[in-house]
Each structure stands twice: as C-alpha cells, then as structure tokens.
C-alpha cells in the first residue's frame, strides 16, 4: 500500500488527517504556516491502515475559520513537499445545508447544498474512525427550486459491517460541521456463537443473575433488578436461559451459570457451576481474595479494572454498564411529553448529592424523582419518590439538560453510571461529573461540570443554544447504539462463558 496520508474533511473543531506513522507534516492557512506536527497518535481504521503503520496528527481549529469567509487549508509531507488527500481543502463556516434522510444497509441517502452558490454540486463524505469510507457528489437534481439541497448516496465498503465502526459521520467537505441526521449507525447486531445458536435447538445454557434488591416486593425500586432483566432479555436471543434473582433467594442450584453483579453483598460461589463476577457499583465493597472466588471477573470501569486485576490471578476485562434501546429510545413524536427544562432521578439517600445541591445553590429549577429527598432539599424541587421505569425514556428524552454524578467511590474509579448509557439512548443532552474515562467511551458528546458556577453557566448556554444541544445528544446516542447496548454486553459474556466451559477450571475454596 502506497499512501501519502490524508487530510481529513473539517468537523467537530479539529484539523485532523493521517499519514505514515512519525511522518512530519506541514499545515498552512491561506498560505501562511500554521502548524508543523507528526503523525504519531494512534487512530481508528476500518481496514488495515493501522497495520500498515499509519498514523494521525490533530490541530485545533484557530478561530479564523469561524468567519465565514472561504480559507484554504493545506496538509504537506515537510521533507518532500506532497501534498496529502484532499489537500489543499476550501473551508468555509456557515452557508451550507442539508441532512441524512436514511439509511439502509450499506447505503447512505440525504442531501445537500451550498446556499451561497445553490447551483454548484458538493462533495459529500462518510467518515468511520480515521477512514474515509465513501464520498459522493450531492448534484443538481432539475431546473426548479432547490428547497432541501441536491441529492446523494454514500455507499459504504462491506467491510464497514464486520469491522464494529458503526458510528458513520456525514459531512460536507469544506463545510465546518455535520450534516443534520449525523452520525448514523450502520446496524449490526451481535451474532450469537455457533454452539449458542445450536443449543436453541437443544437444551440451553441457564444463568442466574443475582442483583442487591432485597426482594422482589421492592425490586421495581432497584436499578440493577431492571438492568438484569434487561441483559436477560438479550442473553435469552442467544439461547441462554438467564433468572433474575433478588438477595433473599440467590442460589446457584439449577443454574449452569451465575453472573453476580457485585453490589452490597457478597455471594460464595459454588465451585460446581460457572461463576462470573461482574463489578458495576460499590467497588470499596470487595472483600479480600473474593474475585479468585470467580472464574472471571468484569468490571464496569477501566481505571479500576486495572487496580482489580492486581490483587486477583483471575482474569479481569473491563465491561462498562449498557443500555436497553428498546426501553430508552427518543420521544419524537409521543404524545404529552413532560418536557422538563432540567431533570436529575435518583436517591438521595440522606446524602446531598452534588448535582441537586449545585442547582439549590444556584437556584436552577430542577427537576428530582427520587426517595429520601424530603428535609434534604426544598419540596419546591421534589416532583416525586419513584418514577416508573416504562416512563423513565420520556423524562429523560424530553429534558432539556438532564444531569447526572456519581458517588465518590464510583467517581473516583471511573465507573460510568447507567444513566449516561440510558440517557443517551433516550436522546437526552446531558451534564455529569468529571468521572475518569468519560471521554475514552463518549468523547465530548457529554458535557462535564466541576463547579456550581459552571453548572449554572453551562445549562443557561445550552438552554439557549438548543441546536448544541441536539448535536451532543445526538452524538452519545450513536456512540450508545453502536457498542454498549445489553446485546454487545450479552455476546461478550457469552463468549467468555463458552471459553471457560472449552477449559478445566479450579474455583478457590472460601
């Protein structure tokens, strides 16, 4: 392969391009140098670039390209003065128009349109990773007016469906952002193994999931009680038999399989059966040499999945927490949304926690369903102690901010709470707390606040600016579809299920 590199279409920002790894690159601005920079920062690829020993280099943008006046952009190799793809590169912001109006399969349908020259074609390209996967000219389509822009089909390499990079970006090239409708997913669901999919045929693996609800009486209040009926549903279409069980009736009898999602208690496996543990709150809880008690351990949090796996000689991958898109999905189109303007669900616990005080302390009329909040914050703010979980997407997709933190032992080993990957599934545009490995899964697609006044600043800008809004929504919900829904998270539980039944085992004593 032999390929100068490439400057990428200019969106989100960022001059991004790559080239071979720890080549020099020059980038100049109407003529004029800009920056000089080496391409040595790992990126993305649909095929094999990264292989081949390719590289990407990023600069920000300087604000000039913010004027609305056309700049030309260049991206050479500095040693031998080449040019990469795509260079040099006409850039102006605003002016431009159009959207996605479909997709299927591997086709990309919308269109577009430079209103400041409606009579000229466009350049349209799809961007997975670091790869350009297809461009296609959105052309004139008749001599009447042009109301939506020109029409155009991406179509995408096949690889595109094997290869995970479902999140598609469509932009003008030249333009300064996405078109509307950007990023899209290319659907791909998880394909249940082949002994998986034989065993529906045969007697099925059974799994008990073991949450902390007390009891089933009270289990509806209890987020992990639905998030494992949730991952049931979606190891069931993999040919495993999965019961949620509370804490009074944990057993591993009858069951192939245990799955305990670690939270206040302590479950004792039974050597016999195949004991995973899955770590998705209440970290400081672990007891000493409990996970080599476990045939493999997942841990929703990266950070610490690297502390855990320290302290264990059993394996430890990182798994984060995942959503349901059949239960939190966008409320387009519902009827009598409640549409609140900022919404915080969740207990307080007798704790004041961060995001509600901040918003007392800034008078910021939120919203909060949750128990143990009366004497704790003005009734003012409480709009009820339970929300039911059916009606949980249209709360969450109608806010305006919906914000969201995490308890310090959480935040400080990065676990991602649940309602980020529930949120953005529903659409919702929210605020968290600086949790360590939020941009690793979301990039900057949820915004972060680390201060009252910041909060307060940053929901008054986002209130106003509702089209940044729906961009970061937008962005979090495709990153959520394309790989941390419970379909993903049951085919990687399953994978190192049939790993382990393919291998002699040897559980620890209590």
């Known amino acids: 392969m032999n390929v100068t590199g490439v400057l990428e279409p200019f969106y989100l920002g960022t001059i991004r391009g790559w080239a071979?790894?720890?080549?020099?690159?020059?980038?100049?601005?109407?003529?004029?140098?800009?920056?000089?920079?080496?391409?040595?920062?790992?990126?993305?690829?649909?095929?094999?670039?990264?292989?081949?020993?390719?590289?990407?280099?990023?600069?920000?943008?300087?604000?000039?390209?913010?004027?609305?006046?056309?700049?030309?952009?260049?991206?050479?190799?500095?040693?031998?003065?080449?040019?990469?793809?795509?260079?040099?590169?006409?850039?102006?912001?605003?002016?431009?128009?159009?959207?996605?109006?479909?997709?299927?399969?591997?086709?990309?349908?919308?269109?577009?349109?430079?209103?400041?020259?409606?009579?000229?074609?466009?350049?349209?390209?799809?961007?997975?990773?670091?790869d350009i996967l297809a461009t296609a000219l959105a052309r004139p389509a008749g001599d009447g007016p042009v109301r939506d822009g020109h029409p155009f089909t991406l179509t995408l390499p096949p690889e595109v469906e094997t290869s995970g990079a479902a999140v598609v970006h469509v932009v003008i090239v030249g333009a300064d952002r996405s078109l509307s409708g950007s990023p899209v997913i290319v659907a791909q669901k998880p394909r249940a193994p082949a002994a998986a999919l034989q065993r529906r045929a045969a007697q099925p693996l059974s799994m008990a999931i073991q949450v902390s609800a007390p009891n089933i009486r009270v289990a509806h209040e209890w987020g992990d009680y639905h998030?494992?009926?949730?991952?049931?549903?979606?190891?069931?279409?993999?040919?495993v038999y999965a019961r949620t069980q509370c804490h009074d009736e944990w057993t591993s009898e009858g069951f192939d399989i245990v799955l305990n999602l670690r939270g206040r208690q302590r479950f004792i496996p039974d050597p016999a059966k195949i004991n995973l543990l899955w770590v998705i709150s209440h970290p400081d809880r672990l007891g000493v040499g409990e996970m080599d008690q476990f045939d493999h351990i997942f841990v929703a949090a990266a950070p610490h999945a690297q502390v855990l796996a320290k302290d264990t000689h059993r394996p430890v991958t990182v798994l984060h927490q995942a959503t349901d898109p059949e239960v939190f999905h966008p409320v387009e189109g519902e009827d009598d949304l409640p549409s609140p303007a900022v919404l915080f669900v969740g207990n307080s616990r007798r704790e004041y926690r961060t995001m509600v005080k901040w918003c007392v302390e800034q008078d910021i009329n939120v919203t909060v369903f949750g128990s143990l909040w009366k004497d704790v914050i003005p009734p003012k703010y409480i709009a009820g102690d339970h929300l039911p979980n059916d009606e949980v997407h249209r709360w969450y997709g109608s806010a305006e901010v919906l914000l969201n933190d995490h308890w310090q032992t959480m935040l400080s080993g990065g676990f991602l709470s649940?309602?980020?990957?529930?949120?953005?599934?529903?659409?919702?545009?929210?605020?968290?707390?600086?949790?360590?490995?939020?941009?690793?899964?979301?990039?900057?697609?949820?915004?972060?606040?680390?201060?009252?006044?910041?909060?307060?600043?940053?929901?008054?800008?986002?209130?106003?600016?509702p089209e940044e809004r729906r961009a970061k929504a937008e962005a979090a919900r495709a990153i959520v579809l394309a790989q941390h829904t419970f379909d993903h998270r049951a085919a990687t539980i399953l994978e190192v299920v049939e790993a382990l039944r393919n291998k002699p085992r040897l559980i620890d004593a209590a």
């Open 20 to 130: 071979p790894r720890n080549t020099a690159i020059t980038v100049t601005l109407d003529g004029a140098p800009l920056a000089e920079v080496v391409a040595a920062a790992p990126r993305l690829f649909v095929g094999d670039m990264a292989a081949a020993g390719y590289a990407g280099f990023e600069i920000a943008a300087p604000p000039t390209l913010s004027d609305g006046q056309p700049h030309v952009l260049r991206a050479y190799e500095t040693e031998s003065g080449r040019d990469l793809d795509f260079s040099p590169m006409t850039i102006r912001a605003g002016g431009w128009g159009g959207g996605v109006t479909g997709v299927e399969g591997r086709s990309i349908r919308g269109h577009a349109v430079d209103w400041l020259a409606v009579d000229r074609p466009v350049l349209v390209a799809a961007i997975a990773g670091s």
């Open 227 to 239: 998030y494992a009926q949730q991952l049931g549903r979606s190891l069931d279409k993999l040919g």
């Open 418 to 465: 649940n309602r980020l990957f529930d949120g953005s599934a529903a659409g919702a545009f929210i605020i968290t707390d600086p949790v360590a490995g939020l941009a690793e899964v979301f990039g900057d697609s949820i915004e972060t606040a680390e201060t009252p006044e910041e909060l307060k600043a940053k929901i008054d800008h986002y209130r106003a600016h």
